[in-house]
């Protein structure tokens, strides 16, 4: 059986020591999506999360212009202080005048010490959980704060939260707590490798809480498709992994 | 780029059915910090028959007990036969080189395996962690060991360009080469020299750059199972921007000749 896939977090922009065969633009990606068979994703802009959060969600709005049948945008978010976005509900409003359904924050990102400051973040994640937009949160250069992420699970629970870039197989001990503790706490499984791991955590929470993510380019589109296809769990269950939740997620947001 | 067969299954439940899956790089046991379910011979056994996998080169998973370890190896292969390949966990601090090449002598001729793995658990992995001259070197006893029998051994540490060299006749695996692509390519040039890909990290774009380094001819699929798993690692190769032969040659192929190799 072949499922349907939704990608949640797939990139155009390049990057640094970007490898040549893996595209980064929107046709590359569109190429690729068709390649193995995706037929939507989930698209953030290289420019959003290291050199200028402003003009990358604006230039990743402009290029996937004319192909929202299958590339939804999703912006990189920060707290206003800097003067970089506005503030946390006018970011918001825009973010829902432009349809954006999902949000990105990068903690920790290469160069920066960008970290989570529960006052600095308030308004914003108050108002992303007011407007129901997933927040995608990710620890780009070192180990997931854990309990930075227990913490905005438990201030903001209407808020759905999604890890991601939870690559390494040693930290899932760590993600059955938080799962447990957490109705709002998500994974995205681009990268992840551990044995049966999927199907362990499907056993335990049921699959509603995993999604399926390419990171594409970053990594190749088949890892993590391949991993979700061929887990032992019921055929409704994968399709829900692969691409059913997400679309529950976004389908939740207010407009 | 066309959809070749191998990325059509990436999205799909059906098992490489029609393809040499050998796994080169498997465990049985447990492994120190994680947490994972089904772990044991029946849980692998389970799996690589849903996803395809033909063989797996088992060793266990770098107890200190290296006997015990291997008899366990052992008793899987009995149980499932024809479809475990046994590699011997060589262990250097459990005995002088009578003990090492007594233990490697009964794995190959007693309980019929074909691999050798060797792994430095003090911590330092890649790229040069042997630190002693040749004539002090405690693994000897297990190059010439793999050198007499035309071995392959799954090396997590310890290789060099020069050991590599000093013993032609023997098969080194990187363990986990795929993760360590500069290291491999400082050992493009020697022939015996092979990358296994269970990396826990392998970006986009390694497995291409080590096929054309390399050759597809000297890459082996391998998982890490059951600390990863095949599935994620069988993509990778799945839809690898190589040709479709490469592919075939990587899964199974590759490895089926070093196992032949052996004496």
């Known amino acids: ?255 | 780029m066309h959809a070749d067969r191998f990325i059509q299954l990436c999205g799909s439940d059906e098992p490489l059915s029609d393809t040499l899956v050998i796994d080169g790089h498997c465990h049985v046991g447990q492994w120190i910090g994680m947490h994972a379910i089904e772990r044991d011979i029946e849980g692998i056994m389970e799996v690589a028959d849903a996803v395809g996998i033909d063989r797996l080169c088992i060793n266990y998973a770098a107890c200190p007990e290296m006997r015990l370890g291997n008899d366990l190896v052992a008793d899987c292969m009995r149980r499932y036969p024809g479809r475990i390949e046994g590699v011997c966990y060589v262990n250097f601090f459990e005995g002088g080189e009578q003990v090492q090449r007594a233990e490697l002598t009964r794995c190959f001729d007693e309980l019929g395996f074909r691999g050798v793995k060797i792994i430095d658990m003090r911590g330092s992995f890649y790229p040069q962690t042997r630190d002693w001259f040749e004539e002090d070197d405690p693994l000897r006893p297990t190059w010439e060991f793999a050198q007499e029998r035309g071995a392959g051994i799954l090396c997590h540490g310890y290789l060099t360009y020069e050991l590599a060299r000093r013993y032609p006749g023997a098969n080194f695996i990187v363990a986990h080469g795929s993760g360590v692509p500069a290291f491999m390519l400082k050992l493009v040039d020697v022939q015996n020299v092979y990358c296994d890909m269970s990396a826990t990290s392998m970006l986009a774009g390694t497995l291409e750059l080590l096929c054309e380094a390399m050759g597809p001819e000297r890459v082996l699929y391998g998982s890490d199972l059951p600390a990863s798993d095949p599935g994620q690692r069988l993509g990778m190769v799945m839809d690898a921007k190589i040709s479709e032969a490469a592919k075939t040659l990587i899964l199974g192929r590759n490895m089926q000749g070093l196992l032949d190799n052996v004496s």
């Open chain 1, 1 to 255: 059986m072949r499922l349907e896939f939704f990608d949640a977090n797939a990139r155009i922009g390049s990057v640094p020591n970007h490898d040549p065969r893996h595209g980064t633009t929107v046709d590359e990606l569109l190429r690729e999506m068709d390649l193995f068979g995706i037929a939507r994703a989930i698209v953030w802009h290289a420019w959003s999360n290291r050199w200028d959060i402003a003009k990358g969600n604006a230039e990743l709005t402009k290029r996937l212009w004319g192909h929202e049948d299958r590339l939804l945008p999703a912006w990189a978010v920060m707290h206003e202080y800097t003067g970089q976005v506005p503030p946390g509900p006018q970011l918001v409003d825009r973010m829902r005048d432009e349809g954006i359904k999902l949000a990105r924050l990068f903690f920790s990102v290469w160069g920066s010490s960008q970290d989570y400051m529960p006052w600095a973040y308030g308004e914003l994640l108050g108002a992303l959980q007011e407007a129901r937009i997933p927040v995608m949160i990710e620890w780009e250069s070192q180990r997931p704060a854990w309990n930075d992420l227990a913490r905005i699970c438990a201030t903001y629970t209407a808020l759905p939260v999604i890890l991601t870039n939870a690559k390494v197989t040693q930290w899932e001990r760590d993600w059955y707590p938080l799962l447990a503790e957490h109705p709002n706490f998500h994974i995205e499984a681009a990268g992840y490798q551990g044995w049966r791991g999927l199907e362990g955590l499907c056993r335990q929470f049921g699959p509603r809480r995993i999604i399926f993510g390419s990171r594409y380019p970053t990594y190749q589109v088949g890892q993590t498709m391949s991993m979700v296809a061929r887990m032992l769990r019921p055929a409704e269950e994968r399709q829900m992994i692969a691409a059913a939740n997400l679309a529950r997620l976004l389908a939740e947001v207010i407009d």
